[in-house]
C-alpha cells in the first residue's frame, strides 16, 4: 500500500500506484501532509500545522495523537525499534507506545533536522553538530566522524547502495555504510 500527501489531502493506493483514492477523513481541511510513516499495523501522517494524525490498519479514518506533543508543525516522523520520533519547529518529541502520547526527547541531542534508520543505528542530521549516530533507539548519541565541516547544517540524508549522502548547507557529503 502507497500513500500520498499533499496541500490539504492524502491519497492510497493499494495497485503499485496506478490508481488513488483519497483517504483523508479525519484529517483538518487546510492540513498540508509533510511526512508519512508506516510502522506494525498503522501508518502516522504529520502535518504543517495540526500536528499527528495515525489510521490503523483496515481503517478508512485519521484520529488526531497529539498527547504532550509541544509543536504541531511537524517536518518528519520516524521510527527506530518501538520509539517513534516527531520532529518539529520546537525540538524532538518521542512515543514508546505506538503516539499514544508524545514527550520531548530527552537524549540531550539539540537541533535534529533530520532522522534516517540504517539497519539498526539511527542517525541524526542537526542544525550545526552534523551527523549523529545512536545504536540503542535514540537514547543516547555518538558524532559520526563523517568529515563534514565544522558547524554543518545537515537537511537531509540518504542511503544509496553502501553509502550514506548527507544533503547539507555545504554541498553534499558521502560516506561509506559499511559496518553502521
Request: overall charge negative; aromatic content about 8%.
Amino acid at each position: 500500500t502507497l500513500f500520498a500527501g499533499t496541500a490539504g489531502d492524502i491519497y492510497k493506493s493499494t495497485d503499485d500506484g496506478n490508481t488513488w483514492s483519497e483517504v483523508k477523513s479525519g484529517i483538518p481541511t487546510g492540513a498540508t501532509i509533510t511526512t508519512i510513516l508506516g510502522n506494525g499495523d498503522s501508518v502516522f501522517v504529520g502535518t504543517d500545522n495540526s500536528g499527528i494524525f495515525v489510521a490503523k490498519s483496515g481503517s478508512a479514518a485519521w484520529s488526531a495523537t497529539n498527547s504532550g506533543l509541544g509543536d504541531n508543525h511537524i517536518s518528519q516522523l520516524a521510527a527506530a525499534g518501538t520509539r517513534l520520533f516527531a520532529v518539529t519547529l520546537n525540538g524532538v518529541f518521542t512515543s514508546t507506545n505506538s503516539g499514544t502520547s508524545w514527550a520531548a526527547d530527552g537524549s540531550g541531542l539539540k537541533d535534529i533536522n533530520r532522522y534516517l534508520l540504517v539497519k539498526t543505528q539511527l542517525l541524526a542530521g542537526t542544525e550545526n553538530t552534523g551527523v549523529s549516530i545512536s545504536s540503542d533507539s535514540g537514547l543516547s548519541w555518538a558524532s559520526l566522524g563523517t568529515g563534514l565541516p565544522a558547524n554543518t547544517r545537515v537537511w537531509s540524508l540518504a542511503t544509496s547502495g553502501d553509502s550514506i549522502f548527507a544533503g547539507t548547507d555545504s554541498g553534499i557529503w558521502r560516506m561509506s555504510c559499511n559496518g553502521t
